[in-house]
């Protein structure tokens, strides 16, 4: 199976900084198309924050542009997503999220397909 692992969060103040790591593990991954990071506060749905693709082009929310920045190394299946001026409204639980590539098992005839793969979110808190 395609795990996502974000790691990184934690307690800051507001106007501070946090970078969130992501990594894709599985023997099964072919490659990643895009990596993203989505966020969700309590009684809100969950949101992108920020998508990359394999190129390196990202789109933001409009909410962090300027703020926040998403990064990626293609070859070790990891994505960053790096926060400054942390306000009190980032406060949620981000998750990573992945299009990933898999081949259904060893052999180079087998088959492939598209699988989106989320992360189990990691509690970023920001406080006032």
């Known amino acids: 199976q395609v795990r996502l692992v974000e790691s990184g969060g934690g307690l800051v103040r507001a106007g501070g900084s946090l970078r969130l790591s992501c990594v894709a593990s599985?023997?099964?991954?072919?490659?990643?198309?895009?990596m993203g990071w989505y966020r969700q506060a309590p009684g809100k749905e969950r949101e992108l924050v920020a998508v990359?693709?394999?190129?390196?082009?990202?789109e933001y929310a409009d909410s962090v542009k300027g703020r926040f920045t998403i990064s990626r190394e293609y070859a070790k299946n990891m994505a960053y997503l790096q926060m400054n001026s942390l306000q009190p409204e980032d406060t949620a639980v981000y998750y990573c999220?992945?299009?990933?590539?898999?081949?259904?098992?060893?052999?180079?005839?087998?088959?492939?397909?598209?699988?989106?793969?989320w992360g189990q979110g990691n509690q970023v808190t920001v406080s006032s």
């Open positions: 599985g023997r099964s991954i072919v490659n990643i198309n895009t």
């Open positions: 999220n992945a299009d990933v590539r898999v081949k259904y098992g060893s052999a180079v005839e087998s088959p492939e397909g598209q699988e989106n793969v």
């Open positions: 990359i693709n394999r190129g390196g082009s990202a």
